[in-house]
């Protein structure tokens, strides 16, 4: 069985500041691993997805993340935050059978002018 | 290029009812996964349906039950509502059962009073 623990529930920034959103997990297997983004009244959108190729994965909106499998870290970062960034953000871990996606909590991410 | 869609979007019922909410995968997308989203929490997965079949299922109840059409639409049936069934609904499509990336609609809120 697979987990994801999001270590902040919530994060406040600054506009223009750096944004780090963090992530671990839990797989008996190599993993696939993604970032989700949820504005109000919206459905999910995929930010970017980790699939067993390079470490370091490049999404949208300027987000990217780095898989670290001696950490079982997968963090979500990017440099300066925007206010349209405010959002909950969610990280996310593919079964190994099937299509089965395992959520964390959910990171409530505030951006302050 | 339609997205996902979900009708309705907004549905209110009482204890002891039943309620269908319905989905329509993005086009070309043949597997429809379903989730619940309790207010505050991350998406939890229901089922998954490929094929006209059920091929996946999460920890709920059978009072959870699911159809899928052979236009690859998807019905999700929820019987004798429990107040605890409140939640946001979430369909999402891919390519096949292992599709890699799961495209997300934005969602049927059930209340249950």
């Known amino acids: 069985a697979q987990s994801v623990t999001q270590l902040d529930s919530h994060v406040s920034v600054s506009e223009g500041t750096p944004v780090l959103l963090r992530c671990n997990y839990s797989?008996?297997?190599?993993?696939?691993l993604f970032w989700y983004v949820q504005h109000p009244n919206k459905g999910l959108q995929l930010l970017l997805k980790?699939?067993?190729?390079?470490?370091l994965v490049k999404g949208i909106n300027g987000f990217e993340a780095e898989f670290k499998k001696s950490e079982t870290s997968f963090h979500l970062t990017k440099p300066s935050a925007h206010m349209s960034d405010a959002a909950e953000y969610f990280c996310?871990?593919?079964?190994?059978?099937?299509?089965?996606?395992?959520f964390g909590g959910g990171t409530r991410l505030m951006v302050k002018p | 290029d339609a997205g996902v869609t979900q009708s309705p979007t907004h549905l209110i019922k009482t204890r002891g009812q039943q309620v269908t909410l319905r989905c329509s995968p993005k086009?070309?997308?043949?597997?429809v996964s379903w989730y619940q989203q309790a207010l505050g929490q991350g998406p939890q997965f229901i089922f998954q349906?490929?094929?006209?079949?059920?091929?996946q299922r999460g920890n709920f109840p059978d009072r959870f039950s699911g159809h899928q059409f052979p236009n690859y639409s998807s019905e999700l049936n929820v019987n004798a509502l429990l107040l605890g069934d409140s939640a946001l609904y979430l369909c999402?499509?891919?390519?096949?059962?292992?599709?890699?990336?799961?495209?997300f609609g934005p969602g049927t809120r059930l209340t249950v009073l």
């Open positions: 980790y699939t067993s190729a390079a470490t």
């Open positions: 996310v871990v593919r079964g190994n059978a099937g299509n089965m996606l395992t």
């Open positions: 086009s070309g997308h043949d597997t």
């Open positions: 797989s008996s297997y190599s993993p696939s």
């Open positions: 999402a499509s891919s390519t096949g059962p292992r599709g890699i990336e799961q495209f």
């Open positions: 349906y490929y094929e006209e079949e059920e091929r």
